[in-house]
C-alpha cells in the first residue's frame, strides 16, 4: 500500500492536490513557530506547564521542525504513517533524547507475540480445567518490539523467518510512530488519506491513455 501511495503522490493532479492540503495545514511564518503544545485544558502545576513546554520546543529542535514541517507532515499524509527513531546516550541516559531519526515506513513492522516457554501452554491448559474459578486465568505475556528491515521490501508472512532473520530489532520504546488514524477493520491494516483517490486516479490515467489513442 505504502508504495502504491508514493507511485500516486508522483502523479501531478494528486501532487497539485497534496501541496494543496499540506500548505493549508502548515501555516509558515518566518517569525513563528507552525504548531505549539495546547496546555489549558491539563490538569498540573504551573512549574510542570512550563516544563512540558520546554521539552516540546527542543523536539521541535531536534526535529528542525520550522524548516522540515512541509516535508514531515507531507511523507506523513502520503504514507499514513511515520516513524522515528529517538537515540539516547546509554552511558548517560538522563540527558534525554540526543537525536531523532527519520525511518522509512516501508521498511518498519510492528510485532506484537506471545512469550512462549517450552510444556508452559499443557501446564496453563490443566491448571485452567482443575480451576472453577475465572480469574484464576494465566493471562500470556506479550512481547511488543519492531522489526527494522533495511532492504525496501516490506516483510510479509511470518515476522520470525522474515523479518527477524534479516531485520534488526528495536525495543518499542526507542520507536515514536504516528498513524493516520484510518484502519481497514478487515484486514486490520493502517491506511494513508490518499487511499480512497486510488480508484479516482486509475480512471484519470485510463482516460488519459484512451483520449490518446482515439485523438490519434
Given at each position: 500500500?505504502?508504495?502504491?501511495?508514493?507511485e500516486?503522490?508522483?502523479?501531478?493532479?494528486?501532487?497539485?492536490?497534496?501541496?494543496?492540503?499540506?500548505n493549508?495545514?502548515?501555516?509558515?511564518?518566518?517569525?513563528d513557530?507552525?504548531?505549539?503544545i495546547?496546555?489549558?485544558?491539563?490538569?498540573?502545576?504551573?512549574?510542570i506547564?512550563?516544563?512540558i513546554r520546554?521539552?516540546?520546543?527542543?523536539?521541535?529542535?531536534?526535529?528542525?521542525?520550522?524548516?522540515k514541517a512541509?516535508?514531515?507532515?507531507?511523507?506523513?499524509?502520503?504514507?499514513?504513517?511515520?516513524?522515528?527513531?529517538?537515540?539516547?546516550?546509554?552511558?548517560?541516559?538522563?540527558e534525554?533524547?540526543?537525536?531523532l531519526?527519520?525511518?522509512?515506513?516501508m521498511?518498519?513492522?510492528?510485532i506484537?507475540?506471545?512469550?512462549?516457554?517450552?510444556?508452559?501452554?499443557?501446564?496453563?491448559?490443566?491448571?485452567?480445567l482443575?480451576?472453577?474459578?475465572p480469574?484464576?486465568y494465566?493471562?500470556p505475556?506479550?512481547?511488543?518490539?519492531?522489526?527494522?528491515n533495511p532492504?525496501?521490501?516490506?516483510?510479509?508472512?511470518?515476522?520470525m523467518?522474515t523479518?527477524?532473520?534479516?531485520?534488526?530489532?528495536i525495543?518499542?520504546d526507542?520507536?515514536?510512530?504516528?498513524?493516520?488514524?484510518?484502519?481497514?477493520r478487515?484486514?486490520?491494516?493502517?491506511?494513508?488519506y490518499?487511499?480512497?483517490?486510488?480508484?479516482?486516479?486509475?480512471?484519470?490515467r485510463?482516460i488519459?491513455?484512451?483520449?490518446?489513442?482515439?485523438?490519434?
Amino acid at each position: 500500500l505504502i508504495k502504491r501511495y508514493r507511485e500516486m503522490a508522483l502523479h501531478p493532479e494528486t501532487d497539485s492536490a497534496i501541496e494543496d492540503i499540506v500548505n493549508e495545514a502548515i501555516v509558515s511564518d518566518s517569525n513563528d513557530s507552525p504548531v505549539e503544545i495546547e496546555l489549558s485544558n491539563l490538569n498540573a502545576s504551573d512549574g510542570i506547564k512550563t516544563k512540558i513546554r520546554k521539552e516540546f520546543k527542543y523536539i521541535l529542535d531536534l526535529l528542525d521542525f520550522d524548516k522540515k514541517a512541509h516535508e514531515i507532515y507531507r511523507n506523513w499524509y502520503i504514507d499514513g504513517r511515520i516513524y522515528y527513531h529517538k537515540i539516547i546516550d546509554l552511558k548517560n541516559p538522563e540527558e534525554g533524547i540526543q537525536e531523532l531519526r527519520y525511518i522509512d515506513a516501508m521498511k518498519m513492522r510492528y510485532i506484537r507475540q506471545q512469550k512462549k516457554k517450552p510444556g508452559e501452554q499443557a501446564a496453563r491448559a490443566v491448571a485452567q480445567l482443575k480451576s472453577d474459578n475465572p480469574m484464576d486465568y494465566d493471562f500470556p505475556e506479550i512481547e511488543e518490539y519492531f522489526i527494522y528491515n533495511p532492504k525496501s521490501v516490506y516483510p510479509t508472512g511470518n515476522p520470525m523467518q522474515t523479518g527477524a532473520g534479516q531485520g534488526i530489532k528495536i525495543a518499542r520504546d526507542a520507536v515514536t510512530y504516528c498513524t493516520s488514524g484510518l484502519v481497514d477493520r478487515n484486514k486490520g491494516t493502517t491506511l494513508s488519506y490518499l487511499h480512497k483517490a486510488i480508484k479516482s486516479i486509475n480512471q484519470l490515467r485510463m482516460i488519459e491513455d484512451s483520449l490518446v489513442i482515439y485523438r490519434l
